[in-house]
């Protein structure tokens, strides 16, 4: 399945690194740990990091329920959630065509308040999934107050782009003999070990789920 | 030195958080390898991710002197610059206390079109420095022509505020009973080992400053 592009989501500075599949939005979407997210309040542009998660085609994001900029999001007709995972520093034998490798999505769209109990309840789970995969189930679930307390966004991903750079550096050819060092530097974000709360009972040891989410983002 | 608070960069939620002290700002400016920056375009929110370097009380982004985002943001009165680094993720008892431990900047202000050559010419090398440490005086400087292609803006930190969340969780008094397993799990971004470009002749070693930058980001 694949986007097609429209004039918001159309990769026009180096459209060959743009990407509409649906398969690679949704991969870089998931892989992310956090968005950011840009909304237009009083004609200034407010760009705003925060969780982000997917369930399906929609992209979910979630705030106190008097959170200024989800009130601004949902108030208007188009905002702006980007993702970007670093992937290298790509270091040219000229100054000028140093570069990053990197995977980034935009999406344009409407931001819908969800109001509806299951719904919440359903993507609040799938929340926990995404920042750990088992820690749905070694949680309490949200109260009532609490599911009350939290405003809970959707934007659909139909309108999204990716963009990626990847692979070596790319040099002119008349600087190829210069006497640099060229070549790119791999960039990763990685889980480090645990630490249990203080309150804990010293000797308890990180549950199963939790040692391998970290072991498989080393 | 601080930065008094304005209407824009009040931190509302959660207002322990925020912190407008400049040598905080200027580490996190300068520890983050890019920045999302937002621009309105056409009553949309528009924000992309780039490469941020900063010199004294200026941030600077650049891009092609015909990218389309830099050219809405020069000819607006505001963008927001917003730089965020994610140091953990918090889990809590309950899932509504999760939380991750991060730190943000986010800045407002007008951006200015660089066109002096000086001052372009010492941004560019400090932005070679920020990339890599060294790395200034192992790559080939700009042409004219490079320099040429090269849009620079430059955006004052004086309109800028952070906001920081760390240490441990917080549960309710009432979860700490719980049988869940509740700490935080360190995030680290890192460098790996540098991959020399294929024409580099073989057994060229590692320039010594490169060793040095990525040890110092292990």
Redesign the interface.
């Known amino acids: 399945m694949s986007n097609p592009p429209t004039s ?1 989501t159309r990769v ?2 180096r459209p060959e690194r743009g990407d509409y599949d649906r398969a690679t939005i949704d991969a870089i979407v998931d892989e992310a ?2 968005c ?5 309040h009083e ?7 925060t ?1 982000h998660w997917r369930l399906g085609d929609q992209l979910y994001v979630h ?2 329920a ?3 900029v989800l009130k601004t999001a949902v108030g208007t007709p ?5 993702i ?1 995972l ?1 992937d290298g ?1 790509v ?6 065509h ?1 570069s ?1 490798n ?1 995977r ?1 999505v ?1 999406v ?1 769209g409407p931001a819908t308040l969800v109001e509806d109990r299951e719904e919440k309840l359903t993507a ?2 799938a ?2 999934e995404s ?2 995969s088992g ?1 749905g189930g ?6 009532d107050s ?1 599911l009350e307390a ?1 405003a809970l966004v959707r934007v659909p991903l139909n309108e999204a782009s990716a963009k990626i750079r990847g692979g ?2 790319a ?1 002119d050819a008349s ?2 003999t ?1 006497p ?21 009972p010293s000797g ?1 040891e ?2 199963a789920y ?1 040692r391998a989410w ?1 072991d498989s983002h080393k």
């Open positions: 918001r026009r500075r740990h956090y950011h997210v840009g909304v237009v004609g200034v542009p407010v760009v705003l990091p969780i705030g106190s008097v959170n200024a188009t905002i702006c959630v980007t970007t670093l520093l270091l040219a034998r000229s100054a000028f140093h990053m990197y980034s935009v344009f609040f789970a929340l926990m920042v750990v820690r070694d949680c309490r679930p949200p109260s609490e939290t070596p550096v040099d600087d190829m210069l640099h060092w060229a070549g790119v530097v791999p960039v990763k974000t990685v889980l480090g070990e645990p630490l249990a709360a203080a309150e804990m308890t990180v549950p939790l970290v």
